[in-house]
């Protein structure tokens, strides 16, 4: 029977076979059906779950904005009790952190790992996300398009040109007022490993900006450098799963300062 938590997601829950759920979170503009493919790229044994956020393919009738609680609460539903990691590019690496926070506050089991791919943390300043905000519509098209990972139909097609505007502001708005929350409410460090994937060519979140994930987990942390722009699980989905079914297994974070 189908619930309000299966919107978020395409795909039903997992087979019997599995024995870990991947959880992938898209980035800003868009949505889960780009995961897809993965599935075949992974082991039966890894159920691959593409999150689906309000405003965009199956959920297009929907305004844009999402509530990170929301997404903590359907994730903690789908997952059933079995073991999961959660994979976030861009956007969603920001967004997969901070349903990390939301699981916490609800109490819920966290994931086994968290992984990033091009994603800009969200505690160091980035002024890409303060750029686009100033930009007109077509503007910020045109930069969306030209980083890769976007149909050239897009910008020939008013109808989804003007969708993909429409959730790229909604995106953009989230990103650029998201702040982690106060240390004497949560501290800054998740107990939960976090790998973090670069890509060398990404102007968006290059390796030295993604090398400050370390500073969000307290357990351990590795990063990973791709010969890659930004939108690499896009374009080079069987190497990404290559390093989600081998690694990066993070390493046990050095005590000390």
């Not at 091009?118 to 030209?146: F, Q």
Request: hydrophobic fraction near 45%; proline fraction near 11%; charge should be negative.
């Amino acid at each position: 029977m189908a619930t309000t938590n299966d919107v978020w997601f395409l795909g039903g829950p997992a087979p019997a076979e599995a024995d870990l759920v991947l959880f992938c979170v898209p980035h800003a503009g868009g949505g889960g059906v780009g995961y897809k493919p993965w599935s075949a790229m992974l082991p039966a044994s890894v159920h691959v779950q593409p999150v689906q956020l309000p405003g965009r393919e199956t959920r297009a009738a929907e305004a844009p904005d999402f509530d990170p609680a929301d997404l903590a609460r359907a994730l903690a539903a789908r997952a059933g009790g079995l073991p999961y990691a959660i994979y976030g590019h861009s956007m969603g690496g920001v967004l997969a952190q901070e349903a990390v926070r939301e699981l916490m506050r609800l109490g819920e089991k966290l994931p086994e790992r968290l992984v990033v791919g091009a994603s800009h943390p969200p505690h160091v300043e980035s002024a890409w996300i303060g750029r686009w905000r100033s930009l007109r519509d077509e503007e910020l098209l045109e930069e969306i398009i030209a980083l890769g990972g976007t149909p050239e139909v897009v910008r020939r097609h008013p109808r989804l040109r003007d969708r993909l505007v429409r959730v790229l502001r909604a995106d953009v708005g989230w990103l650029s007022g998201y702040r982690l929350p106060p240390a004497e409410e949560m501290p800054r460090e998740l107990p939960v490993p976090i790998a973090a994937i670069a890509g060398a060519r990404d102007p968006i979140a290059p390796p030295e900006a993604m090398a400050a994930w370390r500073d969000l987990t307290s357990v351990g942390f590795a990063l990973t450098v791709i010969d890659a722009g930004h939108f690499f699980h896009l374009d080079a989905p069987a190497e990404i799963a290559g390093l989600l079914q081998a690694g990066p297994a993070p390493a046990r974070t050095p005590a000390g300062p």
